[in-house]
């Protein structure tokens, strides 16, 4: 682990910083700085009590778009619910939510979004991918839009696409659907599901996924659904658009949900594009991922966030790797006033393969996000993780990217580094690069550097 700290510019703040908490949740307090100062004086407290977030989310979890699209998602928003109202709300004593600014992401009342949408191909045209046409889905307020989507070329090519309906109670579908990431045990009235994480997570290692993922499930409408039969190798880039509206009137909350699957010996090129569009700046994007990649299958995916300036960006990312399979990630995140990625891949089978690269970007008083995890849980498993923060402003990064290598993964080879540049003396990052290893055959390192922009 080597770091480099740069001279006279911006502020760095690493694992071992201690935190100072009074009677309930005051002011963080780091080395004697308060947040305030730290973020400058004209900045409110990130904090909020427990009760009030106790409120938010019992409030969010009722504001729904329209009912389901399907019965089949009225059994799983009940049953996710069921089981938000037992997750213990977030708070700065949480490891997965130490640097987080709760206020700012709990602190707005979101309306329900309005089931006319009022979006246009005019207003999504700009943010089309060049050369996708016939391989478009774009759902509005985590609805499918068919007016705006052109399915026509991928679904030639063999793959399955569209919303939940169109899928025809696929069993695909609906297992994926079950999922969600760091579940404490199965969901209420369900049975275990594959896959799942054991009861008892480690709360010091996790990403803190779990509530907004079961937030995500109590408000489910819709979901885009891409599979991609074994042995079937898609040639044409895939785009998915997932597209918060921004009313100026009333900021709203929407649950995006996208399920992927690649099948034996597949391959696929997706795009997720994550942009707000109306006449606000301000909205809030509670993103839920599941990828499912089988034996000797591939999958390119691209995620971009593009929210507007003041929203509330958050994505959760759930990937499991079979043998000889390989999932690769690059990420950037441009917009909204807080956005967070949290990414989970396991490599679950031998030969298993976890690419990540990811860029986060924070001007102003913007602060971006990422905390990932990845799990080598079989032999001859492979990862590579490339992280770079850009910040100016006020601006703040966070990274917090942990490799567990299980006892089984011997001959892992696994890499890590983050790459910071503060382009201004108030430019602010933090960094957590972590490594547990139990297996004793194994090739990984991890790292993190800080730098600023050269004198001339």
Known sequence: HGSQAAAGRGRVRGATTPLGFGRGLRSMVTDEVSETEMRGTDAAPSTTTEEALDDWFNAMSTRNLV?????????????????????????????????????????????????????????????????????????????????????????????????????????????????????????????????????????????????????????????????????????????????????????????????????????????????????????FTNGLTRVVVEKDAEVDHTYIQEACSKAQAYEAMSINVAESGRHSLLAVCLGGAQSRLNYDVVLEEEKGTGEITTILMAGETQISDLHSSITHAAPSTVSRQQHRNIVSGRGECVFKGRIKVEQIAQETDSEQLCRTLLLTDRAKVVMMPSLEIIADQVKCTHGATVSDLAGE
């Not at 939510?97 to 700009?126: C, I, N, Q």
């Not at 880039?237 to 921004?246: D, E, I, K, M, Y």
């Open 67 to 283: 009912a389901p699209v399907s019965d089949m998602l009225n059994a799983k928003r009940a049953a996710g619910a069921e089981f938000l109202s037992t997750l213990p709300r977030p708070t700065r004593r949480m490891e997965p939510w130490r640097y987080s600014d709760l206020k700012g992401m709990f602190g707005t009342d979101y309306a329900s979004p309005s089931a006319s949408h009022g979006v246009s191909m005019a207003d999504v045209e700009p943010y089309f991918l060049e050369g996708s046409e016939g391989a478009r889905l774009v759902f509005v307020d985590g609805a499918w839009d068919e007016s705006l989507s052109d399915c026509s070329k991928i679904l030639e090519e063999g793959v399955a696409v569209g919303g939940t309906r169109s899928m025809g109670g696929d069993d695909t579908v609906t297992t994926m659907l079950d999922y969600l990431p760091e579940l404490m045990g199965p969901l209420p009235g369900l049975p275990t599901l594959p896959n799942q994480p054991p009861p008892g997570v480690n709360k010091e290692t996790c990403t803190g996924a779990s509530i907004m993922a079961a937030l995500n499930q109590a408000c489910i409408v819709d979901a885009a659904c891409v599979v991609v039969p074994a042995g079937v190798e898609a040639t044409s880039n895939l785009q998915v658009v997932f597209v918060s509206t921004a009313n100026s009137a009333a900021p709203s909350i929407s649950h995006p949900r996208l399920l992927i699957k690649a099948g034996e010996g597949a391959k696929l090129n997706l795009t997720q594009s994550m942009v707000g569009i109306g006449d606000g700046d301000n909205h």
